[in-house]
């Protein structure tokens, strides 16, 4: 669902492209994190989407570590309702 809707961004101009899990990050030996999906935003910015429906918790201390590694903006996204919710990272 999440892909559709990424979808019909790129169709509306709103982002340049996205990738379904094209990027793999490391945060320690032996431990990596692949987002979902990664955007590139017209503005040229790249941003690492995690679609979850409820979040585990090494879920949480991975793309939090991921953060405060990267600069690339991370973006956890969940279903609400009809739209999306958005909380950065």
Not at 13 to 38: H, V
Not at 53 to 58: A, K, L, N, T, Y
Not at 73 to 78: D, E, M, P, S, T
Request: no cysteine.
């Amino acid at each position: 669902a999440y892909a559709q809707h990424l979808e019909l961004l790129k169709q509306a101009g709103e982002i340049l492209w996205y990738g379904f899990e094209a990027w793999k990050f490391r945060l320690a030996d032996n431990t990596f994190y692949s987002p979902d999906f990664l955007v590139l935003q017209k503005t040229g910015v790249i941003e690492a989407h995690e679609v979850k429906g409820f979040m585990r918790d090494d879920a949480n201390v991975k793309i939090k570590v991921a953060a405060n590694m990267h600069p690339v903006k991370f973006i956890l996204v969940k279903k609400a309702g009809k739209s999306w919710e958005f909380t950065t990272y």
